[in-house]
């Protein structure tokens, strides 16, 4: 079998449809895919397969060498994901035992040179066992343009912007650059309004999201082709960046952030923060504008700070929490994660960190070994190591079912539609109320769930108006459907009984608390909320339900996002004698 990794899910559905369609056969069959929660391949008779990389790591905890493959190509590789990074080194040992294989990294843009060294492992200098191979592209010629003076607000630059394309160019669809869920959906609401009164009558505007917690039905929309009296406009995440081409784009509108994760080992958080794109990414951008005839680019942003950009984006190794990939190695068999060959080594900060969270959730002993069988069943679910404990441990809170509802839901990046402006904007607010609880907002989420799918066993239909009237994505809650039956499977697989809390919150917090104990943060008396470890001062997100209420003594958090200030999302209201009684190992009272 011939094995293709892509970082994004979306790129290895489109691929595996496309091949498909060029050789001729039914999508499944020869050609398939496998992605996290979908499996569309048939074992004995796929002989291409399109995977993202996270499925070929667990391919190889039940068969180390491979051997069903005879071509491992990773795709993308200038993303330089930490999957991407695992799989280097692994594959780097494998193809010392396993001589027939065949290994290829592309990329349009990466350091060919280095990854040419780490996989040169031959001791004769005159034998190699890697080599470089150029395959030239050909595009169109692109012009870009910069902006004169800087833009407050590059959301609403964005959309003027589209607006602009779309009123003095001639035919031709448009991929708007931005960096998250929210600014597409806000997007997208804004440029629907303006195509409503747009004064161009020979072309009409078809608006698409892209973005990728996005139902699979609906990310397959952008691809298709447009009629002559439509121009497409897809506002999309830099998903759409590299991997995929959508069909007929010729200008492209480019924010000039994108949104990364940066982990903090100080205080074990991982921050969501908006930073400038690399030029690396920046060209990538600007290259699906000259796929299918000469096109433009507009880049939000001045060109002379275009120079001051970094060159390449930093790999996910150096700046990410890396308990996933510990523990991915350790169900591995790869005991000292210290001298595993990684193409760009993390900081021996963030291993230690990682190791101490594994150790905390009890996934490691105290020899840093895999526990059992809680950090081997840790391994096995396609979930962040906090994600995971919290599944495993809701059969014995009683909670397993409602615990999948929420972890789906958190799969998610919103499930509420938000208005931009006007009336809308308070209904929409009005609405969402109704579910709101003071416990905090995992339980207003499972609240949206448990209505959403009252109304879904009367009908699709009525969910889709329920959805509507409450402004409720509902495709997100189509994704988080499919995610929780998936996850609701792997519970059964591994032994967790599912039941039901029936009505009783504390049930749920407290099964969060014995997963996500570790990011915990307390109001102090100045007012503000401090982190347990470490004393760092975080903030109520303005979009959670506790932003408006009385504010509570304990909270626990499942992400902080970074932009003038560092904010908590996703809370739950605790009681401080959970952590002792929950983690006891992690927390003790001390009195002054």
């Not at 806000?186 to 195509?195: F, Q, S, Y």
């Not at 069909?247 to 930073?275: A, Q």
């Not at 001051?308 to 984006?313: A, E, F, G, M, N």
Request: with cysteine.
């Amino acid at each position: 079998m011939v094995g293709v990794t892509e970082p994004r899910r979306v790129a290895a559905t489109t691929l595996a449809t496309r091949v498909a369609d060029e050789t001729g056969t039914v999508l499944g069959q020869t050609v398939g895919y496998c992605i996290r929660f979908d499996d569309c391949s048939q074992p004995g008779v796929t002989k291409i397969k399109y995977m993202t990389e996270g499925i070929l790591l667990r391919e190889m905890m039940a068969d180390p060498l491979l051997r069903q493959y005879s071509v491992i190509m990773l795709d993308e590789v200038h993303e330089r994901t930490t999957s991407t990074d695992i799989l280097m080194g692994l594959l780097k040992k494998i193809l010392r035992k396993q001589k027939k294989l065949r290994v290829i990294v592309t990329s349009a843009t990466m350091d060919a040179e280095h990854l040419c060294s780490f996989f040169n492992h031959s001791s004769d200098k005159n034998k190699k066992t890697a080599v470089i191979m150029s395959v030239e592209g050909r595009l169109y010629p692109v012009q870009i343009h910069y902006l004169k003076e800087p833009v407050p607000d590059y959301v609403r630059a964005a959309v003027d912007t589209v607006v602009k394309i779309h009123v003095s160019e001639a035919g031709g669809d448009v991929l708007c650059f931005l960096t998250g869920q929210e600014e597409v959906d806000r997007a997208v609401a804004l440029l629907r309004e303006h195509a409503a009164s747009s004064p161009r009558r020979d072309l009409e505007l078809l608006i698409l999201p892209m973005y990728g917690s996005l139902p699979n039905a609906d990310q397959l929309k952008v691809f298709q082709h447009t009629a002559r009296t439509q121009r497409k406009v897809v506002v999309s995440t830099n998903i759409a960046e590299t991997s995929v081409t959508i069909p007929g784009i010729v200008y492209v509108v480019d924010c000039g952030f994108v949104k990364m994760r940066w982990y903090d080992p100080h205080t074990c958080c991982d921050s969501l923060v908006t930073v400038p794109v690399s030029q690396a990414s920046a060209e990538q951008r600007a290259g699906r504008a000259g796929r299918v005839r000469p096109g433009k680019v507009y880049r939000l942003y001045c060109e002379k700070d275009y120079d001051t950009l970094p060159t390449t984006t930093p790999p996910e190794m150096q700046r990410m929490d890396l308990s996933s990939a510990v523990l991915q190695l350790k169900a591995l068999g790869i005991d000292n994660v210290v001298r595993f060959p990684f193409p760009s080594p993390p900081p021996a900060r963030h291993l230690a960190a990682a190791y101490q969270l594994l150790h905390a959730l009890g996934a490691i002993d105290d020899n840093g070994a895999l526990s059992q069988p809680l950090g081997t069943n840790m391994a096995e679910l396609p979930l962040p190591p906090l994600h995971a404990k919290v599944l495993l441990a809701s059969g014995e809170f009683g909670c397993s079912e409602e615990a999948a509802s929420v972890l789906a839901l958190l799969q998610v990046q919103s499930v509420f539609t938000r208005p931009a402006g006007g009336a809308a904007s308070v209904k929409a607010r009005v609405e969402r109320r109704k579910f709101e609880v003071e416990e905090g907002d995992l339980l207003t989420l499972l609240n949206v769930y448990t209505a959403y799918k009252r109304e879904v066993a009367r009908s699709d239909k009525s969910s889709r108006e329920w959805c509507h009237k409450h402004f409720v994505n509902h495709k997100a809650m189509k994704r988080v459907s499919e995610i929780r039956s998936q996850m609701l499977k792997l519970c059964e697989k591994l032994g967790v009984p599912i039941i039901s809390a029936a009505g009783d919150s504390s049930k749920v917090r407290r099964c969060f608390t014995a997963g996500f104990f570790p990011n915990t943060a307390y109001l102090h008396h100045s007012g503000v909320y401090k982190t347990v470890r470490g004393d760092v001062v975080l903030h109520v997100h303005p979009t959670s339900v506790l932003y408006t209420l009385e504010q509570p003594q304990w909270l626990l958090f499942c992400e902080v996002v970074q932009t003038d200030r560092s904010y908590m999302r996703e809370l739950t209201v605790i009681q401080p004698e959970w952590l002792e009684e929950l983690a006891p190992h992690f927390y003790h009272k001390t009195f002054e």
